[in-house]
């Protein structure tokens, strides 16, 4: 059951960046570590960073580290992906989740995610060269 709205979503050049949103209404994220993961038609969803409920952690896929920014603010209720520098490979849907399970570090966490979290629809990312 889809409990969480993903926002910003886009055509960019390649260059360009995006911030992606991620709100839960109904759900307050606050007690929930959040992550993003994206999906390419015919390839597995790739995990791309999570963050700890509080913001105080955060963890990255090598293929994003030093140009996505994962970051939350629990006032809004909201989980933010950064992304710098786009690339045509970076075109996908893009999928915030959250969940109660808080260690984020956990080699299980993303399957835990997969199993057990609540996702977003996805928002459509396309980056042109």
């Known amino acids: 059951q889809v409990q969480l709205v993903e926002s910003g979503g886009g055509l960019v050049q390649a260059g360009d960046s995006l911030r992606l949103a991620c709100a839960g209404p109904g759900r307050t994220l606050s007690n929930y570590a959040g992550g993003w993961f994206r999906h390419v038609a015919g390839t597995e969803r790739e995990f791309l960073a999570a963050i700890t409920w509080g913001g105080g952690s955060t963890r990255y896929a090598n293929s994003v580290k030093g140009r996505f920014t994962i970051s939350r603010d629990n006032a809004k209720n909201t989980v933010y992906l950064q992304m710098n520098n786009l690339k045509p490979e970076n075109t996908a849907i893009y999928y915030c989740?959250?969940?109660?399970?808080?260690?984020?570090?956990?080699?299980?966490?993303?399957?835990?995610?997969?199993?057990?979290?609540?996702w977003g629809r996805g928002t459509q990312v396309t980056v042109s060269s």
């Open positions: 989740a959250a969940h109660r399970a808080s260690d984020i570090f956990s080699v299980d966490w993303e399957g835990v995610v997969a199993d057990s979290g609540v």
